[in-house]
């Protein structure tokens, strides 16, 4: 084996350890690997640029564009509002018109703001129907991976085989070649789900507790809090007496948060919210959440007079379930760093780490993906942080809705239109017709220019144009032909269908793992070479690569679209793969017949 292949190797490997650990961002590591690669000579520095000016990259940078306008318009709020009117009152049609909403929305949208659009829309679906969530959270996630299986735009894996396809000098798949399986896939995704879900989709919440919602207590109880509620009497000679609640310290030094106040007046007791400029008087009745022995504390640090634990609260507490989606710019922050209190009148109470166990606020802990904190504030408050569900995602409340430029989404609808047809009937190159669209858009003021350049998953975008030069290093060391002549030796004793189900299982198993994006743009040219070198179409295995890639259902890190529903549906681990592993096994199937049928074997 050649010097520079094992280089070649060695750095790939590398790489893939890394992605799997996640202990660094994966576009920090395909620049790492880009790195490497020039430096040990395999790549010259064109090539190992040539990803950030490669159509495919910028096709998906312009995409992120279009679809926040989609969604800053309102035009996927209204899709998702639609569900609940479809779905009449049989669970399995909720099921099935939810699947079916999600998928045809991930069709044309990101998959992960689709999710997040959808998230508090389930939770308050299956709040009103008495249904656990978990019930309806698994379903929307594979469904926003099968509607990305729809369209050419659906999911960059689609956009990356069909690069491959142009580069090789080959006719691309057009915008819907990628519909008639996709919609074979998705009906089995949606018959599967509906027939199955109530066996393999557990229910984690009975629907007594879901019906009208979590009882204030009832959440204290699942983070933790219930013990450390307290009332306590403000006296004049305390040091707090006339102060703010956000200048007052009881929350930076002690972690202790102010729930409401009761003050007396002429006509008696009435309870005031405390907001942040909200001043406490002599005389005040206090109502604290914290860890037990901070309150003690804070309690004789202040010349406080403690009254009683875990009291009943004075009226009902606006509380809500809040999710850190993908993307955020909190990710990484810690509650301190944020200033949610004092700066925008939201107050954290408690935290539960992705997949972990509810407990009291630190205010020092990084934020993750997934995490859910436990809020509280004014209505305006929370929309005004949640908005776009860009930060922060408002479970089973409508907090983002009114942050939408509904006037804007005749506009949207219309140069999304445009694009699709300019885009089907190729009266431009697809890449100019998604870039005149995010251009159009900007400038109609569906969003504005900062709004663009937020929601461009930038990640993404640079992991896509560094992991490139990966294949060319793999090319130009004779990896993709080792790969190829490989395949081609199995093919001659086994056939050229268990070629592509070993595309399949291959593409499928290292989606659990690392980004299906990574993992297309390193199977795709090995699935293209192998085709020509046993002189068949290398149509079916292109597509079967494509379908392979969006079947990341068996983890709940497999996707960003599993993650973000782990937390709210309160899932464990395997509940994913009890679900996902059997359907991918019917994906695999239905892609050894359909595909074929399709996009012929025999050029």
């Known amino acids: 084996m050649p010097t520079d292949l094992i280089i070649v190797l060695v750095i790939l490997g590398l790489t893939l350890a890394l992605f799997v650990s996640n202990r660094l961002r994966l576009d920090l590591v395909a620049?790492?690997?880009?790195?490497?690669?020039?430096?040990?000579?395999?790549?010259?520095?064109?090539?190992?640029?040539?990803?950030?000016?490669?159509?495919?990259?910028?096709m998906i940078a312009g995409l992120f564009v279009v679809g926040a306008a989609l969604f800053k318009t309102g035009v996927a709020d209204a899709m998702g509002r639609g569900v609940e009117r479809l779905a009449g009152q049989s669970p399995a049609r909720l099921v099935?018109?939810?699947?079916?909403?999600?998928?045809?929305?991930?069709?044309?949208?990101?998959?992960?703001?689709?999710?997040?659009?959808?998230?508090?829309?389930?939770?308050?679906?299956?709040?009103?129907?008495?249904?656990?969530?978990s019930r309806l959270l698994i379903p929307l996630a594979f469904a926003a991976l099968l509607g990305g299986m729809l369209t050419l735009i659906g999911t960059p894996p689609n956009l990356i085989v069909?690069?491959?396809?142009?580069?090789?000098?080959l006719e691309p798949f057009a915008f819907f070649d990628y519909t008639a399986p996709g919609l074979v896939m998705l009906a089995i995704g949606i018959v599967f789900m509906v027939l199955v879900s109530p066996w393999l989709v557990p229910a984690r919440k009975r629907a007594e507790e879901v019906e009208t919602g979590p009882h204030w207590f009832?959440?204290?109880?699942?983070?933790?809090?219930?013990?450390?509620?307290?009332?306590?009497?403000?006296?004049?000679?305390?040091?707090?007496?006339?102060?703010?609640?956000?200048?007052?310290?009881?929350?930076?030094?002690?972690?202790?948060?102010?729930?409401?106040?009761?003050?007396?007046?002429?006509?008696?007791?009435?309870?005031?919210?405390?907001?942040?400029?909200?001043?406490?008087?002599?005389?005040?009745?206090?109502?604290?959440?914290?860890?037990?022995?901070q309150i003690e504390q804070a309690v004789a640090d202040m010349s406080l007079e403690f009254d009683q634990w875990q009291p009943e609260l004075p009226a009902p507490l606006s509380l809500v379930d809040a999710l850190v989606p993908p993307r955020s710019r909190w990710?990484?922050?810690?509650?301190?760093?944020?200033?949610?209190?004092?700066?925008?009148?939201?107050?954290?109470l408690g935290q539960r780490p992705n997949g972990g166990k509810g407990s009291m606020v630190d205010l020092d802990r990084k934020l993750g993906v997934g995490d859910v904190l436990l809020v509280t504030g004014?209505?305006?408050?929370?929309?005004?942080?949640?908005?776009?569900?860009?930060?922060?995602?408002?479970?089973?409340?409508?907090?983002?809705?009114?942050?939408?430029?509904?006037?804007?989404?005749?506009?949207?609808?219309?140069?999304?239109?445009?694009?699709?047809?300019a885009m089907t009937f190729d009266l431009v190159p697809n890449v100019i017709a998604v870039l005149a669209a995010a251009s159009v858009l900007v400038l109609t003021r569906c969003l504005d220019g900062l709004e663009a350049y937020r929601h461009i998953n930038w990640e993404s975008v640079v992991l896509i144009a560094a992991i490139m030069p990966m294949a060319t290093a793999l090319d130009n060391t004779g990896g993709l032909e080792l790969a190829a002549d490989w395949l081609f030796g199995l093919s001659e004793s086994h056939g050229a269908l268990v070629i592509l189900a070993a595309l399949f299982i291959i593409t499928s198993a290292f989606s659990q793992v690392i980004s299906n994006t990574a993992t297309t743009v390193l199977i795709a040219p090995v699935a293209l070479q192998?085709?020509?070198?046993?002189?068949?179409?290398?149509?079916?295995?292109?597509?079967?690569?494509?379908?392979?890639?969006?079947?990341?259902?068996?983890?709940?890190v497999a996707s960003p679209v599993n993650t973000l529903v782990l937390n709210p549906g309160g899932y464990r681990f395997g509940d994913f793969a009890r679900a996902g592993i059997p359907l991918q096994c019917l994906i695999l199937i239905a892609t050894l017949i359909v595909v074929p049928w399709l996009f012929p074997l025999k050029p």
């Open 530 to 556: 192998a085709a020509m070198a046993m002189e068949l179409s290398p149509y079916p295995f292109m597509m079967t690569v494509a379908i392979a890639a969006s079947t990341a259902f068996a983890t709940p």
């Open 331 to 348: 990710i990484g922050k810690t509650l301190r760093e944020l200033r949610l209190h004092s700066g925008a009148g939201v107050t954290v």
């Open 218 to 293: 009832d959440l204290f109880t699942e983070y933790g809090l219930e013990k450390g509620l307290a009332r306590v009497r403000l006296p004049a000679s305390s040091p707090l007496a006339g102060q703010s609640v956000s200048g007052c310290g009881l929350r930076s030094r002690y972690q202790v948060s102010v729930l409401a106040i009761t003050s007396q007046t002429r006509r008696g007791r009435f309870t005031r919210r405390p907001e942040p400029g909200t001043p406490m008087l002599s005389g005040d009745d206090l109502y604290l959440s914290g860890d037990p022995e």
């Open 378 to 421: 004014k209505r305006s408050n929370l929309n005004n942080v949640a908005r776009d569900a860009r930060d922060l995602v408002l479970l089973g409340v409508d907090g983002q809705a009114e942050s939408r430029r509904t006037g804007m989404a005749p506009v949207a609808m219309a140069v999304m239109l445009l694009m699709l047809v």
């Open 162 to 169: 069909a690069g491959q396809l142009r580069q090789a000098g």
């Open 96 to 133: 099935a018109v939810l699947m079916l909403t999600t998928a045809v929305l991930s069709g044309f949208l990101s998959s992960t703001g689709t999710v997040a659009v959808m998230l508090p829309v389930v939770i308050a679906i299956a709040r009103s129907r008495g249904i656990s969530p």
């Open 31 to 58: 620049v790492m690997a880009l790195l490497a690669l020039v430096f040990a000579g395999v790549i010259s520095t064109e090539e190992a640029l040539a990803g950030f000016s490669d159509p495919v990259v910028l």
